[in-house]
């Protein structure tokens, strides 16, 4: 009785890249996340209303300084 052993051939995959696509991936979506706690969720909140900050001035403002000699 004769055995018969198969190998596989051996894999020709050359993408030695050892994760790059991994970090790059990581490291764009940091920055977009950044970009939207910085840019979008202010502009969101905006939007939600809350008509800002209101100043109240008074009518007349007395501008005349008298100076002393």
């Known amino acids: ?13 050359s993408s030695n890249n050892n994760g790059m696509g991994f970090l790059i991936g990581a490291i764009v979506l940091i920055v ?12 969101i909140r905006g939007l939600s209303g809350s008509g800002g900050i209101q100043v109240n001035v008074p009518k007349s403002i007395n501008v005349n300084v008298q100076q002393t000699k």
């Open 32 to 43: 977009f996340a950044v970009l939207f706690f910085v840019y979008a969720l202010p502009y």
């Open 1 to 13: 009785m004769a055995t018969t052993i198969i190998n596989p051939a051996p894999s020709n995959n």
